[in-house]
């Protein structure tokens, strides 16, 4: 029975794709705008079908892996002598768009205070310009632990989060801090559990590349959201070739243009034709910061073959930069960086039945409950009886 139901899970998700694909081909040109065009060209379509074709190796895996973090505390004031680091371990199940999703985190979190405060060259001051020191930190530093574990059945989406946390230096025992949530609405499958979107993390789209690719209007068909969601558009094209890091990659521009048509950003990718086209690095630019310098850099370092032919990245990078110093002086300051790094990975695994429904919860726990028009709070187990 459990591989009846995974082999329909893979028909369900290849047709799926197919369905969407030969949506996007059937839209005319002109109701797409003319940042269509070149989305329409048959070298991006076979790109498109091939990488959707990749996609399909992946949909069901089991994945256990780690994350470095450090990055700086402030917002405004980008000071090297306040760096938060963290690690976590994250374990993900993964058939098709199902998921359980479990992250244990250590280390330092940030809270931030500041309210209406804005950056002044002064220092910091408040919406009634009342003056506040400069040595004054916005925020404060917590120590401790947070688990965060998901699950989404296809129909239902449980969410719980547990903070056992300590302001930097005190001395009393982290005080405990629990939520959950239980929706009818997922906020979609982690783009660390899709190789193709791995470079994306941690603010991703969450869907396939090969509907990123496909451009806005395939996003919107595919997440179900609104139009009006959606006032941005994109251009999309092949831009090239080029060899990085020993493969040959084929090189992607995504470029978004604002309602008025203004570009605003855009992101460079390089899909490795050796490795299942899957992208070994990812320039973001954001216009507003500089168009020559890239805001962000994300890259795989090494590569895991998990069976002959199918590959997936072992260790990765994803590096921000400081947003004010990107702008004001055209140089790159690190704000944050974190290196993930794959401990196993699994391909069609056998699952138990209860995996991505099974969420240990205690009792006590007042649960959000968030469906579509509606939203009250209510105890667990009063959920559960529903």
């Known amino acids: 029975m459990l591989l009846t139901n995974t082999l329909l899970s893979q028909f369900s998700y290849s047709l799926r794709f197919m369905t969407l ?3 996007i081909a059937l839209i005319p040109v002109s109701a797409q705008g003319e940042q269509k065009q070149d989305a329409c060209s048959a070298e991006l379509q076979k790109l498109i079908r091939a990488v959707a074709q990749n996609e ?114 005190a001395t009393e025992p982290p005080r405990l801090e629990q939520d959950g949530m239980i929706s009818d609405q997922s906020p979609g499958l982690t783009d660390l559990a899709r190789p193709h979107m791995f470079l994306f993390e941690p603010a991703g789209p969450r869907v396939p590349l090969s509907v990123y690719l496909a451009g806005r209007e395939a996003i ?21 070739r080029e060899r990085l890091q020993g493969l ?29 086209l899957i992208p070994i690095r990812k320039l973001h630019y954001s216009y507003r910061q500089s168009k020559e310098l890239p805001c962000s850099e994300s890259r795989v370092e090494t590569w895991q073959e998990v069976r002959e032919g199918v590959w997936f990245p072992r260790k990765t990078f994803i590096e921000r930069y400081d947003s004010n110093i990107l702008r004001r002086e055209l140089i790159q300051v690190t704000s944050w960086r ?11 695994p056998q699952l138990p039945e209860d995996v991505f429904t099974r969420l240990n919860i205690p009792p006590e726990v007042l649960m959000k409950k968030r469906n579509r028009g509606n939203n009250n709070h209510q105890k667990k187990e009063a959920d559960s009886n529903q």
């Open 21 to 23: 694909l030969l949506v």
């Open 56 to 169: 399909t190796l992946y949909q069901n895996l089991r994945l256990q892996l780690t994350c470095s973090e450090v990055a700086h505390a402030g917002w405004f004031l980008h000071d090297d002598s306040i760096k938060v680091k963290r690690q976590s371990t994250i374990a993900l199940t993964v058939q098709g768009e199902k998921f359980a999703e479990r992250t244990q985190t250590s280390g330092d979190f940030v809270k931030h205070l500041t309210g209406g405060l804005g950056w002044l060259k002064e220092g910091f001051r408040d919406s009634a310009s009342r003056t506040v020191k400069e040595e004054t930190r916005p925020f404060q530093i917590r120590t401790g632990t947070r688990t965060i574990t998901s699950v989404f059945d296809g129909t239902s989406y449980q969410y719980f989060m547990e903070d056992k946390l300590r302001n930097q230096g």
């Open 220 to 240: 919107r068909e595919y997440t179900g959201e609104s139009k009006s969601n959606f006032r941005f558009t994109t251009r999309i094209q092949i831009t090239g």
């Open 248 to 276: 040959d990659c084929t090189t992607v521009r995504i470029e978004t243009f604002d309602a008025n048509g203004k570009p605003r950003s855009r992101n460079d990718l390089w899909l490795a034709q050796d490795r299942n």
């Open 338 to 348: 974190n290196d993930y790094e794959v401990e196993s990975i699994e391909l069609n």
